[in-house]
């Protein structure tokens, strides 16, 4: 798709980012969402080009770009394998909240291996007893002379099963003070006490979904990021941006879907002409592109906005809760369009639908996307989801 507003340098990142799509990820996705972890060579491979973080700034690891650069390039990856690119959406999430809100230590050791693809690092903030609620939590973080000691559980976490370290939202104060009492602390999951599990998900496997335990953690004061019950607003900030990368992986993993399915329907004959002859088979693909046309160019705008320091919270619910939910629809639609082919692990489509469905719960449902949507409209209705 055609950005106008991209200067000289950003043409050239998306350049990379689709030529590094096209040429090193092409056709594996299939290949690629049995496997249980990304290839680390390949993350490696992605830091040198500059294509998993370069929001962050200069000083520690990236290139200072703007967010809509960051969203270009989760489409360009996105386009070709949407687990891949769930790299390139968690990491300027969290290496964002890392570099706004960590110590200099922190920054200078952790951005710069988290830009170079050899550390992931999880967001953990849901909980068993449930995610949209997430201010609520209890994991315990318990003050000690020398740090704090960790006991609870984190679950749902991407990257749970595969990560090095872990933004971690424990409570410190009372569970009366709600989201005043979260603190946000880095945590490496290499310590004594912590215990990490795989889920068996239905979609995006590499990412390798997981739980995170947390069993008397000893971890010095210098894990703490800023102070002691800021960790909540923290990380609320930081998910306006991912909402929007999110939406761009789902249009993405759509427009692939549907691009193939005009091809389809030009190659395919039937009753003895190509099935584009029909309208009934056009006029969905014209609806679907038009969908995904008016998606991007509003998740674009809502990153602009995000560039200009301009609130933009609004539109990134908005989008995050249209795009994997019509993205789901989409997809399922080319895939019913390439007839009996397009029921098989030969063809993608039901991969990337799936995969396209989980986002409709990661980083919020649809739903709380909704509720938020309407108290920026209306104001809030006494419900505390930020
Ligand atoms: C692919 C994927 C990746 C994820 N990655 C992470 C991660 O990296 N880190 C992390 O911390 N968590 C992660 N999660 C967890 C995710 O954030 C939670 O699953 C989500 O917030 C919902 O929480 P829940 O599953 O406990 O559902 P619940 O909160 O129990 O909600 C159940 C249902 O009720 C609906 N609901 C709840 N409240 C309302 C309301 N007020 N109005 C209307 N409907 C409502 C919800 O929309 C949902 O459909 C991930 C989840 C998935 C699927």
Same mark, same amino acid.
């Given at each position: 798709?055609?950005?106008?507003?991209?200067?000289?340098?950003?043409?050239?990142? #998306?350049?990379?980012?689709?030529?590094?799509?096209?040429?090193?990820?092409?056709?594996?996705?299939?290949?690629?969402? #049995?496997?249980?972890?990304?290839?680390?060579?390949?993350?490696?491979?992605?830091?040198?080009?500059?294509?998993?973080?370069?929001?962050?700034?200069?000083?520690?690891?990236?290139?200072?770009?703007?967010?809509?650069?960051?969203?270009?390039?989760?489409?360009?990856?996105?386009?070709?394998?949407?687990?891949?690119?769930?790299?390139?959406?968690?990491?300027?999430?969290?290496?964002?909240?890392?570099?706004?809100?960590?110590?200099?230590?922190?920054?200078?050791?952790?951005?710069?291996?988290?830009?170079?693809?050899?550390?992931?690092?999880?967001?953990?903030?849901?909980?068993?007893?449930?995610?949209?609620?997430?201010?609520?939590?209890? *994991?315990?973080?318990?003050?000690?002379?020398?740090?704090?000691?960790?006991?609870?559980?984190?679950?749902?976490?991407?990257?749970?099963?595969?990560?090095?370290?872990?933004?971690?939202?424990?409570?410190?104060?009372?569970?009366?003070?709600?989201?005043?009492?979260?603190?946000?602390?880095?945590?490496?999951?290499?310590?004594?006490?912590?215990?990490?599990?795989?889920?068996?998900?239905?979609?995006?496997?590499? &990412?390798?979904?997981? =739980? &995170?335990?947390?069993?008397?953690?000893?971890?010095?004061?210098?894990?703490?990021?800023?102070?002691?019950?800021?960790?909540?607003?923290? &990380?609320?900030?930081?998910?306006?941006? =991912?909402?929007?990368?999110?939406?761009?992986?789902?249009?993405?993993?759509?427009?692939?879907?549907?691009?193939?399915?005009?091809?389809? &329907?030009?190659?395919?004959?039937?009753?003895?002409?190509?099935?584009?002859?029909?309208?009934?088979?056009?006029?969905?693909?014209?609806?679907?592109?038009?969908? *995904?046309?008016?998606?991007?160019?509003?998740?674009?705008?809502?990153?602009?906005?995000?560039?200009?320091?301009?609130?933009?919270?609004?539109?990134?619910?908005?989008?995050?809760? %249209?795009?994997?939910?019509?993205?789901?629809?989409?997809?399922?639609?080319?895939?019913?369009?390439?007839?009996?082919?397009?029921?098989?692990?030969?063809?993608?489509?039901?991969?990337? %639908?799936?995969?396209?469905?989980?986002?409709?719960?990661?980083?919020?449902?649809?739903?709380?996307?909704?509720?938020?949507?309407?108290?920026?409209?209306?104001?809030?209705?006494?419900?505390?989801?930020?």
């Amino acid at each position: 798709m055609t950005l106008p507003w991209l200067s000289e340098e950003e043409l050239f990142i #998306k350049e990379v980012a689709e030529r590094f799509a096209r040429e090193r990820l092409g056709d594996s996705y299939m290949e690629r969402s #049995k496997q249980e972890e990304l290839e680390p060579e390949l993350l490696r491979e992605m830091g040198e080009l500059g294509l998993i973080a370069p929001t962050i700034s200069e000083e520690y690891g990236g290139i200072g770009a703007s967010s809509v650069v960051q969203g270009v390039i989760c489409e360009a990856l996105a386009y070709a394998d949407i687990n891949v690119s769930y790299i390139a959406m968690t990491t300027p999430l969290i290496g964002g909240v890392i570099e706004q809100h960590g110590s200099e230590d922190m920054k200078a050791d952790i951005l710069p291996r988290m830009a170079a693809g050899e550390l992931i690092v999880q967001l953990g903030l849901t909980e068993p007893r449930g995610g949209s609620d997430a201010a609520n939590l209890k *994991l315990k973080a318990t003050k000690t002379d020398d740090g704090y000691i960790l006991n609870g559980e984190k679950t749902s976490i991407t990257w749970g099963a595969n990560g090095h370290m872990c933004l971690l939202f424990a409570r410190t104060g009372p569970e009366s003070a709600a989201a005043h009492g979260v603190s946000a602390f880095l945590v490496p999951l290499d310590l004594p006490g912590v215990t990490c599990t795989r889920f068996d998900d239905v979609g995006s496997r590499p &990412v390798g979904r997981g =739980s &995170v335990f947390f069993d008397d953690v000893e971890i010095p004061k210098t894990a703490l990021l800023g102070k002691e019950g800021e960790g909540f607003t923290k &990380v609320m900030e930081g998910f306006d941006l =991912s909402r929007f990368l999110i939406a761009l992986q789902c249009v993405a993993t759509a427009q692939a879907s549907v691009n193939e399915t005009w091809q389809y &329907v030009q190659d395919r004959e039937v009753f003895g002409r190509p099935l584009a002859k029909f309208q009934g088979t056009t006029f969905p693909l014209a609806e679907h592109d038009s969908k *995904l046309a008016a998606l991007r160019a509003l998740c674009y705008q809502g990153l602009a906005m995000r560039d200009k320091g301009m609130p933009h919270t609004k539109e990134a619910a908005m989008v995050k809760w %249209m795009a994997p939910k019509w993205g789901t629809d989409i997809i399922h639609e080319c895939l019913v369009q390439h007839g009996h082919y397009g029921w098989g692990h030969e063809m993608p489509h039901m991969q990337r %639908m799936i995969d396209v469905m989980g986002l409709q719960i990661g980083d919020g449902t649809s739903h709380i996307m909704k509720t938020i949507v309407a108290r920026e409209t209306i104001g809030s209705i006494g419900v505390a989801y930020k």
